[in-house]
């Protein structure tokens, strides 16, 4: 080999190496889509609307259920357990169903907490983000911890009551056992003075593990029974963070 073809093979396999060796350039990760609040059109965006309305007629509820559809079950079939239980409370329930948390998190600023100064808010949500596969329990857990702050941002003398999300599907499959890790992580939350957490999740499993469709028919939504089991699960811890004497079943 010449010395001057000797020599730029020298040179362009040093080069080589150096650009191996060079750090790539760190792209930034996709945003959590968990925690960036969107709204939602037709009927949800109805549901959103009126939901305004009534805060704006009700703005000295005790007590605001945050949440999907389970929540806004307490219109249906939780509606005796409802009457019984928050009527004389003066609730409010700010369910709307299909909510993710970052529907939840846009709402939160877009009305649905205005002149409100409730004693407690409910949390129930993110069980819709589990089945979404580009979702990770990381982020499904700061999403919903992005609704308990933001909630204690708007409403600082509001203690909140996180619930765990419900166990679904009617046998053990991976999604209910994402939402169970999720769960477990949420614990974390409670600081016993603030902010609470409450994981009812054996109320709707059976000693095999499965649902039971007397409680969720569809082994997601409660049933009139599911419901009241869930009501006298809560109100001991609920009355006494209203610093009330418990409702009798």
């Known amino acids: ?3 001057n073809l000797l020599l730029l093979t020298a040179t362009f396999a040093v080069a080589l190496a150096a650009v191996a060796q060079d750090k790539v350039p760190a792209t930034n990760p996709p945003p959590n889509k968990c925690v960036v609040p969107i709204p939602r ?3 949800a965006r109805d549901r959103f609307l009126e939901l305004n309305q009534r805060v704006k007629q009700n703005p000295g509820a005790e007590v605001i259920f945050v949440g999907d559809s389970i929540t806004q079950g307490w219109e249906g079939n939780g509606k005796d357990a409802w009457a019984k239980y928050y009527a ?10 299909s909510d993710h948390t970052q529907h939840v998190l846009w709402r939160l600023d877009h009305g649905n907490l205005d002149g409100l100064n409730s004693k407690v808010a409910v949390v129930l949500i993110g069980v819709n983000n589990v089945p979404d596969e580009t979702n990770t329990p990381r982020q499904i857990l700061e999403g919903v911890t992005a609704v308990v702050h933001r909630l204690r941002e708007r409403l600082p003398q509001t203690r909140v ?3 765990g999300i419900f166990p679904f599907r009617e ?3 991976p999604q209910r056992a994402k939402a169970a890790e999720i769960n477990q992580a949420l614990q974390e939350l409670d600081d016993n003075r603030w902010i609470y957490f409450l994981d009812l999740s054996r109320l709707f499993l059976a000693e095999d593990g499965r649902i039971p469709k007397e409680l969720m028919r569809d082994f997601l939504h409660p ?7 869930w009501a006298e699960a809560m109100e001991p811890k609920l009355a006494q963070l209203l610093q009330e004497k418990p409702i009798a079943p």
Do not use: K, V, W
């Not at 004389?88 to 169903?97: D, K, S, V, Y």
């Open 1 to 3: 080999m010449r010395p």
């Open 41 to 43: 059109e037709g009927q």
């Open 161 to 163: 009551l996180l619930l």
């Open 223 to 229: 049933t009139s029974t599911g419901y009241r089991l």
């Open 171 to 173: 046998d053990f499959c």
């Open 88 to 97: 004389p409370r003066h609730a409010l329930n700010l369910g709307i169903g």
